[in-house]
């Protein structure tokens, strides 16, 4: 079997793309937190470097433990409210507040937020041990400013499948250790990494919660001739090159984290008939980010009068297409910093 046909190779062109398009890059999980499941460096590297003034505050409250104490209050909301929670709102300690991740206003960049926008630290890191009760690694783990937000395990299809990467995650990679029964925070959903990503250089499926035998992926890909899978990729090789081309560049990565991601919560019935709370982890499927990011881009340039004609597929999630685009067209600019739309009508049968 060639050497370029193995998994390093493939783990080696993902990784230096990503470090040569603005993420940082570790090839080893060196400075990873197991217990809390953050890489603290970048964390507090941005917060210093964006909101100077309000670490001295709390570094003047807290004295000598003002790293300690931070990630201890971060970490209870982690679990209280979520890792998506955290990067989208503002975290109060005793004597300061902070912001973790600046995404991109929809319009009127200042050159200070400017600056904190490209200030925001992205990391892909290699071999992940994330567990304090066995010694397992992931592939990959994206981080945004220290904080975890996907992971990948990584297959060639010359000598496996996408089938392996997804049964990888279902027995392998337990949210909670098969001996000890001790949460992994790296994988407990809501409070830890987003999204998971099965992928193989051929196919990408993708999962927002890991429960064992019991995980079920959603497919991640282009679709090719009207079917399923993606087409052949003479540019760059890999058929699931679109991933790290398309999906991990900065701006794309930092939108999808901001507009789409969202946690759905619902009332279900029970047999007793009481309710309980359902939540879900919406991630957007590659047809639906692609169509939503394309019509609002066309927007933008043309404005409004223009018909469009978007095919979704049965059970393909128009409802949630539609919900991100009439959302990401009510606060919509153009180049002037004009409002494009004032209103949002949605028409449903």
Not at 170 to 190: C, G, M, S, V, Y
Not at 242 to 268: M, N, P, S, T
């Amino acid at each position: 079997m060639p050497d370029t046909h193995t998994e390093v190779i493939f783990e080696n062109e993902l990784c230096e793309h990503l470090e040569a398009h603005g993420w940082l890059y570790s090839p080893d999980d060196t400075g990873y937190d197991r217990a809390r499941a953050l890489f603290p460096a970048d964390l507090f590297t941005f917060l210093r470097a964006t909101q100077s003034a309000e670490w001295a505050k709390h570094e003047a409250s807290e004295k000598d433990h003002a790293e300690s104490a931070f990630l201890e209050r971060l970490l209870k909301l982690m679990e209280e409210r979520g890792t998506l929670w955290v990067l989208r709102n503002t975290v109060k300690a005793v004597a300061a507040k902070f912001d973790l991740c600046q995404f991109a206003p929809s319009h009127g960049l200042n050159p200070e937020t400017l600056s904190k926008y490209e200030s925001n630290r992205l990391r892909v890191m290699r071999q992940v041990h994330y567990s304090a009760s066995n010694q397992n690694s992931l592939d990959l783990v994206f981080f945004v400013n220290g904080i975890p937000v996907a992971t990948a395990e990584l297959k060639t299809d010359f000598t496996q499948s996408v089938e392996d990467a997804k049964n990888q995650y279902r027995f392998d990679r337990l949210p909670k250790d098969a001996t000890t029964k001790i949460a992994e925070p790296l994988l407990t959903f809501k409070r830890g990494a987003v999204v998971h990503f099965a992928v193989s250089t051929d196919e990408v499926y993708m999962t927002t919660r890991l429960s064992g035998p019991k995980s079920f992926f959603l497919p991640f890909n282009l679709g090719h001739d009207g079917g399923k899978g993606n087409p052949p990729n003479a540019e760059h090789g890999y058929r699931t090159a679109y991933l790290w081309h398309r999906i991990f560049r900065r701006d794309a990565w930092l939108d999808i984290l901001g507009r789409f991601v969202h946690l759905e919560k619902k009332d279900q019935d029970q047999p007793d008939g009481t309710t309980k709370k359902k939540e879900r982890l919406i991630f957007p499927r590659y047809h639906q980010w692609n169509a939503v990011t394309k019509l609002v881009a066309a927007a933008r340039v043309e404005g409004p009068g223009h018909n469009y004609l978007i095919q979704h597929s049965a059970g393909s999630g128009k409802t949630n297409s539609i919900s991100w685009l009439a959302h990401q067209l009510a606060s919509l600019h153009d180049a002037a910093e004009q409002r494009v739309f004032h209103s949002v009508l949605v028409v449903t049968d």
